[in-house]
Structures are given as structure tokens and as C-alpha cells.
């Protein structure tokens, strides 16, 4: 796997991600405020700048989100695995502009969403897919923003999902994927902060 760093928002912000990942921008039209990169085994990795959620606080922010995706993807079913605050030692260097406020957070989360694609669950129950997602929110309060990086893992298919003819790996799947997620983590920079002006 050849990582390579990838200019988001124009430049605004950067991360490290697989080659082999496409901008997706090229094929359809994303949101202004998302950034998606997606390989041919349906593994995407998304950056997206939402307004901050003020009725969720710092400790609950990256279930608040993971939730909201829930409804999003109208899953089936979720389990949250696992959720962590990331440590100053271990947070990415991301530098307020303002050098008194240190109050920049980074949580992650992984969880498990029971999920179809487009409309194939109206069409049969055998459609819906085992999605890993990986998860962090970093969370900006003086600009009254919250960021999410997210990593999607497809870990099995249903039999009527048009995913069956990807080349699904499981374990090997999720562990590369878990690997990815980290280091666009702990690559991820801001380097434009007028982009929340």
C-alpha cells in the first residue's frame, strides 16, 4: 500500500491516504463541505466539516456522530466496539491559529453498521451488508466546528446486495483499513484556518 498526501478543500487541510483510493469528486458530485476517497472493494474514507453539536459534549461527541450516521445509512442494526480520546501524546499536530486556546479534541470510535446500499433493502432483506466503520471527530470549538474522518470496511455481503462481487478479505480487510485509518489520523492537518471564516 503507497500512501500519498492528498490535498482536501483546496488545500485547506491534508491528509495521508492509499494511492490506489480515487477522489470521487471526479465521478460524482459530493457536498461541498465532504472530501471522499474510495478504492474498487468499496473501502471509502470520508472528511466532513459539520457545524459543532452543541448537545454532545466533548466525551460523547464521536458516538453523537456515529449515530447520526446511523440514521443516515437507515442501518438495520449497530454496535458500537470501541472508543478512545486521543492523547496529546498521540494527537496529530493541529495548531489553533489562537495560541491560547488549547481546546481542540480528537475522539475516535469503531463500530459496526447492518446497512444496504442506495434502495437494493426495499428490494430484499438478503441486501444489507456487515459495514466496520472506523471513526474520529475533531472537534474545533473556537470555530464552532467539528470534523469527521471516517473509514468504511465492508466485511461481508448479503447474497442480493450488488456488493457480491467484491473480493472481501475480512480480517485482512479490517486490519488494512485500521491501519489507514490511523494514519490519515495521525496525518490529518489543517493548514488553511480562514476555510471556518
Known sequence: MVLELRELFGGAMSTELPSEMLDMSNFRQIPDNQEVFADTNDHSFIVEIVEMAENAGDQSIVEYHFKQLVQDNEAADYNILERETV???D???IKSPNPSNSSITISTLTGVQ???????????????????????????PEHTADILLTANCPVSVGADSSSTALDIQGDRDL??????FQKAVNTFRIKDWSLFA
Open 175 to 180: 486490519q488494512g483499513m485500521h491501519c489507514l
Open 87 to 89: 492523547s496529546e501524546a
Open 91 to 93: 494527537k496529530p499536530v
Open 114 to 140: 447492518t446497512i444496504a446500499k442506495f434502495n437494493e433493502a426495499t428490494k430484499s432483506q438478503d441486501a444489507y451488508n456487515q459495514v466496520v466503520i472506523f471513526m474520529a471527530v475533531v472537534r474545533i
